[in-house]
Protein backbone atom coordinates (compact mmCIF):
# COMPACT_ATOMS: atom_id res chain seq x y z
CA UNK A 1 0.00 0.00 0.00
CA UNK A 2 1.58 3.38 -1.15
CA UNK A 3 5.15 3.99 -0.11
CA UNK A 4 7.94 4.90 2.57
CA UNK A 5 7.98 7.97 0.42
CA UNK A 6 4.91 9.26 1.09
CA UNK A 7 5.75 8.76 5.01
CA UNK A 8 8.87 10.34 4.76
CA UNK A 9 7.07 13.11 2.67
CA UNK A 10 4.72 13.69 5.00
CA UNK A 11 2.65 12.67 1.95
CA UNK A 12 -1.23 11.24 1.50
CA UNK A 13 -1.99 10.38 -1.78
CA UNK A 14 -5.86 11.33 -2.25
CA UNK A 15 -7.25 7.70 -3.35
CA UNK A 16 -5.54 6.50 0.10
CA UNK A 17 -7.13 9.00 2.54
CA UNK A 18 -10.15 7.02 2.70
CA UNK A 19 -9.28 3.47 1.58
CA UNK A 20 -10.16 1.14 4.39
CA UNK A 21 -7.91 -1.82 4.40
CA UNK A 22 -8.99 -4.77 6.33
CA UNK A 23 -6.36 -6.54 8.41
CA UNK A 24 -7.74 -10.25 7.77
CA UNK A 25 -6.32 -11.30 4.61
CA UNK A 26 -2.66 -10.36 6.24
CA UNK A 27 -0.19 -12.05 8.51
CA UNK A 28 2.32 -9.72 8.88
CA UNK A 29 3.21 -5.79 8.28
CA UNK A 30 4.33 -2.73 8.91
CA UNK A 31 5.09 1.14 8.37
CA UNK A 32 2.31 3.85 8.97
CA UNK A 33 -1.30 3.28 9.79
CA UNK A 34 -4.24 4.74 11.69
CA UNK A 35 -7.41 3.07 12.84
CA UNK A 36 -10.27 5.09 12.10
CA UNK A 37 -8.83 8.71 11.80
CA UNK A 38 -5.86 9.45 8.96
CA UNK A 39 -5.02 12.39 12.04
CA UNK A 40 -3.59 9.71 14.23
CA UNK A 41 -1.78 8.45 11.66
CA UNK A 42 1.75 6.73 13.23
CA UNK A 43 4.13 3.73 13.46
CA UNK A 44 2.40 0.48 13.12
CA UNK A 45 3.20 -3.42 12.96
CA UNK A 46 0.58 -6.00 11.94
CA UNK A 47 0.44 -9.72 13.10
CA UNK A 48 -1.90 -12.57 12.44
CA UNK A 49 -4.88 -10.14 10.85
CA UNK A 50 -4.77 -7.92 13.61
CA UNK A 51 -3.11 -4.18 12.88
CA UNK A 52 -1.33 -2.51 16.20
CA UNK A 53 -0.94 1.24 15.67
CA UNK A 54 0.82 4.42 17.65
CA UNK A 55 -1.66 6.81 17.75
CA UNK A 56 -0.62 10.53 16.93
CA UNK A 57 -3.69 12.50 17.47
CA UNK A 58 -2.91 14.86 20.14
CA UNK A 59 -6.71 15.43 20.74
CA UNK A 60 -7.50 12.12 21.42
CA UNK A 61 -7.32 10.48 24.82
CA UNK A 62 -5.80 7.68 23.13
CA UNK A 63 -2.60 9.57 22.10
CA UNK A 64 0.84 7.89 21.90
CA UNK A 65 -0.96 4.95 23.14
CA UNK A 66 -0.79 1.47 21.10
CA UNK A 67 -4.39 0.75 20.01
CA UNK A 68 -5.44 -2.11 18.03
CA UNK A 69 -7.96 -2.79 15.04
CA UNK A 70 -9.03 -4.88 12.28
CA UNK A 71 -8.84 -2.36 9.94
CA UNK A 72 -6.96 0.68 8.93
CA UNK A 73 -5.73 3.76 6.64
CA UNK A 74 -2.06 3.87 5.56
CA UNK A 75 0.00 6.40 3.38
CA UNK A 76 1.97 3.51 3.03
CA UNK A 77 2.78 0.01 3.97
CA UNK A 78 4.40 -3.76 3.31
CA UNK A 79 1.98 -6.66 3.92
CA UNK A 80 2.31 -10.21 3.68
CA UNK A 81 -0.76 -12.34 3.06
CA UNK A 82 -1.76 -14.73 4.84
CA UNK A 83 -0.64 -17.39 1.79
CA UNK A 84 2.86 -16.28 1.54
CA UNK A 85 5.44 -19.22 2.81
CA UNK A 86 8.35 -18.29 4.64
CA UNK A 87 11.46 -19.23 2.82
CA UNK A 88 13.66 -19.84 5.93
CA UNK A 89 13.05 -20.31 9.29
CA UNK A 90 15.56 -18.92 11.96
CA UNK A 91 15.57 -20.26 15.78
CA UNK A 92 17.96 -18.56 17.84
CA UNK A 93 19.04 -20.44 21.01
CA UNK A 94 20.05 -19.28 24.17
CA UNK A 95 22.47 -22.23 24.63
CA UNK A 96 24.10 -21.38 21.27
CA UNK A 97 24.51 -17.89 22.12
CA UNK A 98 24.27 -17.51 25.91
CA UNK A 99 25.66 -13.97 26.21
CA UNK A 100 22.68 -13.05 22.90
CA UNK A 101 23.26 -11.71 19.87
CA UNK A 102 23.12 -7.62 19.43
CA UNK A 103 20.47 -6.78 16.86
CA UNK A 104 23.16 -5.59 14.02
CA UNK A 105 24.55 -9.44 14.32
CA UNK A 106 21.51 -10.80 13.71
CA UNK A 107 20.20 -8.53 10.81
CA UNK A 108 23.69 -9.41 9.03
CA UNK A 109 23.53 -13.26 9.82
CA UNK A 110 20.46 -13.35 8.22
CA UNK A 111 21.25 -11.38 5.19
CA UNK A 112 24.39 -13.46 4.74
CA UNK A 113 22.04 -16.49 4.52
CA UNK A 114 19.78 -14.91 2.19
CA UNK A 115 22.04 -12.86 0.03
CA UNK A 116 19.38 -10.57 -0.99
CA UNK A 117 16.42 -8.33 0.29
CA UNK A 118 14.27 -9.57 2.62
CA UNK A 119 11.22 -9.28 4.95
CA UNK A 120 11.50 -10.68 8.65
CA UNK A 121 9.11 -11.14 11.28
CA UNK A 122 8.66 -13.24 14.75
CA UNK A 123 9.44 -12.95 18.26
CA UNK A 124 12.17 -11.98 20.17
CA UNK A 125 13.54 -11.91 23.95
CA UNK A 126 15.50 -8.42 23.98
CA UNK A 127 17.95 -7.72 27.19
CA UNK A 128 17.69 -4.33 26.07
CA UNK A 129 15.25 -2.77 23.81
CA UNK A 130 15.44 0.97 22.95
CA UNK A 131 12.58 2.58 20.79
CA UNK A 132 11.44 5.34 19.41
CA UNK A 133 8.32 6.33 17.27
CA UNK A 134 6.70 9.39 15.78
CA UNK A 135 4.06 11.80 17.44
CA UNK A 136 2.91 14.00 14.99
CA UNK A 137 0.96 11.93 11.70
CA UNK A 138 3.01 12.46 8.41
CA UNK A 139 -0.02 13.80 6.31
CA UNK A 140 0.72 17.17 6.44
CA UNK A 141 3.21 17.91 4.29
CA UNK A 142 6.40 18.53 6.45
CA UNK A 143 8.65 16.60 5.61
CA UNK A 144 10.21 14.01 8.11
CA UNK A 145 14.09 14.39 7.14
CA UNK A 146 13.90 18.82 7.75
CA UNK A 147 11.22 18.14 10.93
CA UNK A 148 12.72 15.62 12.76
CA UNK A 149 12.07 17.54 16.37
CA UNK A 150 8.47 17.94 15.78
CA UNK A 151 7.70 14.34 14.71
CA UNK A 152 9.69 12.90 17.65
CA UNK A 153 8.78 15.09 20.16
CA UNK A 154 7.91 12.34 22.86
CA UNK A 155 10.53 10.80 24.54
CA UNK A 156 11.54 7.20 23.45
CA UNK A 157 11.62 4.28 25.67
CA UNK A 158 13.93 1.71 27.02
CA UNK A 159 12.22 -1.83 27.58
CA UNK A 160 14.52 -4.72 29.59
CA UNK A 161 13.67 -8.31 29.05
CA UNK A 162 11.16 -7.38 26.91
CA UNK A 163 9.58 -9.99 24.46
CA UNK A 164 8.45 -8.42 21.43
CA UNK A 165 7.27 -9.20 17.82
CA UNK A 166 9.38 -7.60 14.91
CA UNK A 167 8.77 -7.40 11.53
CA UNK A 168 11.15 -5.65 9.14
CA UNK A 169 12.95 -5.22 5.80
CA UNK A 170 16.57 -5.54 5.19
CA UNK A 171 18.63 -5.09 1.96
CA UNK A 172 21.88 -3.51 0.11
CA UNK A 173 21.09 -0.03 -1.02
CA UNK A 174 19.70 -0.42 -5.03
CA UNK A 175 22.43 0.49 -7.33
CA UNK A 176 22.00 1.61 -10.98
CA UNK A 177 23.17 -2.09 -12.03
CA UNK A 178 20.55 -4.16 -9.54
CA UNK A 179 17.90 -5.79 -11.26
CA UNK A 180 14.23 -3.53 -11.17
CA UNK A 181 12.48 -5.27 -8.76
CA UNK A 182 15.27 -5.12 -6.26
CA UNK A 183 15.50 -1.54 -6.92
CA UNK A 184 11.50 -1.33 -6.67
CA UNK A 185 11.49 -2.98 -3.20
CA UNK A 186 14.51 -0.43 -2.17
CA UNK A 187 12.36 2.60 -2.91
CA UNK A 188 8.99 1.35 -1.32
CA UNK A 189 10.37 0.14 1.86
CA UNK A 190 13.42 1.92 2.92
CA UNK A 191 14.61 5.57 3.58
CA UNK A 192 17.73 6.86 5.14
CA UNK A 193 17.57 7.16 8.68
CA UNK A 194 15.60 10.51 10.11
CA UNK A 195 16.02 9.24 13.74
CA UNK A 196 17.38 10.89 16.16
CA UNK A 197 21.28 10.47 17.06
CA UNK A 198 20.30 8.87 20.21
CA UNK A 199 17.72 6.26 19.11
CA UNK A 200 18.71 2.41 18.73
CA UNK A 201 17.18 2.63 14.97
CA UNK A 202 19.72 5.29 14.13
CA UNK A 203 22.37 3.37 16.04
CA UNK A 204 21.73 0.60 13.98
CA UNK A 205 21.91 2.08 10.84
CA UNK A 206 25.16 3.86 11.31
CA UNK A 207 26.70 0.22 12.09
CA UNK A 208 25.12 -1.38 9.29
CA UNK A 209 24.49 1.33 6.62
CA UNK A 210 28.04 0.97 4.61
CA UNK A 211 26.53 -2.58 3.94
CA UNK A 212 22.76 -2.68 4.59
CA UNK A 213 19.64 -0.96 5.23
CA UNK A 214 17.04 -2.28 8.10
CA UNK A 215 13.69 -1.18 8.69
CA UNK A 216 11.46 -2.85 11.35
CA UNK A 217 8.82 -1.73 13.88
CA UNK A 218 8.09 -3.90 17.25
CA UNK A 219 4.90 -4.17 19.34
CA UNK A 220 5.65 -5.74 23.03
CA UNK A 221 4.15 -9.50 23.42
CA UNK A 222 1.76 -10.08 26.37
CA UNK A 223 0.77 -13.76 28.07
Not at 65 to 86: C, H, M, Q, W, Y
Not at 108 to 130: R, S, Y
Amino acid sequence: VGTVANVIEAHLPEELRNKVISAAPYKTGFEAAAIDDVESMGEMCLKDGVVYIRSTDEASPDFFKTRKGDAFLSSGAILVPNEAKAAYNALLRRRHNPDGLSFVRVVNDLFTTVKGPFLFAGEMQFAKCDVTCIARPPIHGDRLPDHIDRYYWQPGAVMHGVRAYIVGAVAREAGDDDPPLESEVFHKVFYKPVHPETSAEAQVHGEVSRKLHCHAHVVTCTG
